[in-house]
Nanobody, 118 residues
């Protein structure tokens, strides 16, 4: 059974940093794109950043220059380094992975809370 587990969330002051991790287990196929989404209270889930299998990362404008996305294919892990955090970054952060070769499908983690105090 494929599972994605996020870790690294917590409470931090504005201007601080956190590093989120996403670990995939039970995977016997290829992990393609991986993404981080976030959902603030009362808001819709939104894409934060994505990274291809080859490591090409793309960021939404609201995190460009502050967040860095990376992955380790051998460990089946993805990381989100978040610097210069702002109160508006407060949300539950979700890991997403597209897994499979001929016919892929998406998997979600359970989310990790990030709270940035002002």
């Amino acid at each position: 059974q494929i599972q994605l587990v996020e870790s690294g969330g917590g409470l931090v002051q504005a201007g601080g940093s956190l590093r989120l991790s996403c670990t995939a287990s039970g995977v016997d196929s290829r992990i393609n794109d991986m993404r981080w989404y976030r959902q603030a209270l009362g808001e819709e889930r939104e894409l934060v950043a994505s990274i291809s299998r080859s490591g090409d990362a793309n960021y939404k404008d609201f995190v460009k220059g502050r967040f860095t996305l990376s992955r380790d294919n051998n460990k089946k892990m993805m990381y989100l380094q978040m610097n210069s955090l702002k109160p508006e970054d407060t949300a539950v952060y979700y890991c997403y992975a597209d897994i499979g070769i001929i016919k892929s499908r998406g998997y979600w983690g359970q989310g990790t809370q990030v709270t940035v105090s002002s």
